[in-house]
């Protein structure tokens, strides 16, 4: 997660310092915009945050789209989100997303992702998981579309600290 929060917090930092054509900073936070997004930070007694977004347009004439987020808080608590949809000139979407926290009651983590395709189908899924710090319970589960109906199939299964299947109730 730490990793995840300083890859995020650097990549902010170089767009700010590379595409900023307009740029404004007050104590313990600042903004910059560019041509293709926008970057801002702060910092603060109860932690600090960035995020990002963009659009750009692909040599292939699709346009992208972008945005992420991180934060740590004062008491170790860290999380980050990021995600991707771009749009193809044949009218075809993909997007993935992800978010993560961490912080002393547990953690949880999410991630996803769809496509359309030029025809109107499309398929995706998203996987989530989750852990309580003070009783080392999980849980994971993951939802798809069934392709034959259309309809989501959810899965997910709850463990103890030991790995043992448990009641998710």
């Known amino acids: 997660m730490l990793k995840s929060t300083k890859t995020l917090t650097a990549l902010a930092a ?14 313990g936070s600042f903004r910059a915009r560019g041509a293709n997004g926008v970057v801002a930070g702060a910092t603060g007694a109860n932690g600090r945050a960035v995020r990002a977004r963009g659009t750009t347009t692909n040599a292939d004439g699709s346009t ?39 912080g002393a009651k547990g ?21 989530t998981s989750a852990t309580n710090a003070a009783t080392g319970n999980s849980y994971s589960g993951s939802t798809t579309i069934d392709p034959a109906t259309g309809k989501p199939v959810h899965s997910g299964t709850c463990t103890d600290a030991a790995g043992n299947v448990i009641s998710c109730n």
């Open 14 to 27: 170089l767009l700010a310092i590379t595409l900023a054509t307009t740029a404004e900073a007050r104590q």
């Open 64 to 102: 992208t789209r972008a945005s992420g987020g991180a934060f740590r808080g004062a008491n170790g608590s860290s999380g980050y989100r990021a995600s991707t949809t771009t749009a193809n000139t044949d009218g075809s979407v993909t997007r993935a997303g992800q978010a993560a926290v961490s």
């Open 107 to 127: 953690s949880a983590a999410s991630s996803g992702s769809f496509t359309r395709g030029a025809d109107g189908t499309w398929s995706g899924g998203r996987s």
